[in-house]
């Protein structure tokens, strides 16, 4: 009888540690949370830019009997500069103010129509944009929209027959610029993208240094837009990655 309660007693311990046994195995199968890194876009950051643009002009001539045209021209050439911004992400939006200013090489010249014996030529030589952009992250991946503030530098010349400078006007022209751009983070705090921009510069009167040789008394108005397509790389200031619980 004593060999028998010795028995049973055992078998009621092991019974009882069992079942402690497999749930302290399931507490320690179960699987712990993973803290993956999310690329992260909130910071200052500055970059350089460069690629392509092409200004499109339209000459008319306004004089006080009305307005009279002589005719339009498309010029490319490149552009290289430089950009400094900041963006804020929230969620998967991201929130951006930017500037960037570029040296242009846009120039084009075209015989008038109004008077053969001249010819005209308008160069850009610098444009810069003030944006607000909003955007969509996935990870490390960024689209976005842009728009706001454009202004470009600008001279207007005419040429005699010989080539020579005849009459010449500047102006520092401000209109609006939209834009629509993707950029991918390559590395800890570097990005790289491409980004393509319209200006509507609308148009602008302008008075040459001396009398108007083509038409006499008259006044140059010019109208202008300007495309520009760029390849951007930018260095963040701030956290490379965000964590975020995977299982």
Not at 147 to 174: E, L, Y
Request: with cysteine.
């Amino acid at each position: 009888m004593k060999t028998y309660f010795l028995v049973t007693a055992g078998v009621l311990a092991l019974l009882g540690v069992a079942p402690a046994s497999a749930a302290d195995m399931a507490v320690k199968a179960a699987p712990l949370p993973v803290m993956a890194p999310v690329y992260n876009w909130t910071g200052f950051y500055i970059g350089a830019n460069g690629g392509w643009g092409q200004s499109h002009n339209c000459w008319d001539f306004v004089t006080p009997g009305g307005v009279v045209a002589d005719g339009c021209r498309d010029r490319s050439g490149g552009v290289i500069g430089g950009q400094l911004g900041y963006r804020w992400q929230a969620g998967q939006f991201v929130f951006g103010l930017e500037g960037q200013g570029d040296w242009a090489d846009l120039s084009s010249s075209r015989t008038s129509l109004i008077n053969p014996a001249f010819s005209t030529r308008t160069r850009t030589d610098g444009i810069g944009l003030l944006t607000g952009q909003i955007g969509y992250a996935w990870n490390a991946a960024l689209l976005y929209v842009k728009g706001g503030a454009a202004v470009t530098g600008n001279t207007f010349d005419v040429f005699n027959a010989a080539g020579v400078s005849v009459a010449s006007a500047s102006s520092t022209r401000w209109g609006g610029v939209v834009g629509v751009g993707f950029e991918y983070g390559f590395a800890p705090n570097w990005s790289a993208g491409i980004e393509y921009d319209h200006l509507f510069m609308g148009d602008a009167n302008n008075s040459f240094s001396v009398a108007n040789p083509i038409v006499a008394g008259a006044i140059n108005r010019i109208s202008q837009d300007v495309d520009m397509v760029t390849l951007r790389i930018n260095y963040r200031f701030g956290p490379m990655s965000q964590p975020v619980a995977r299982y």
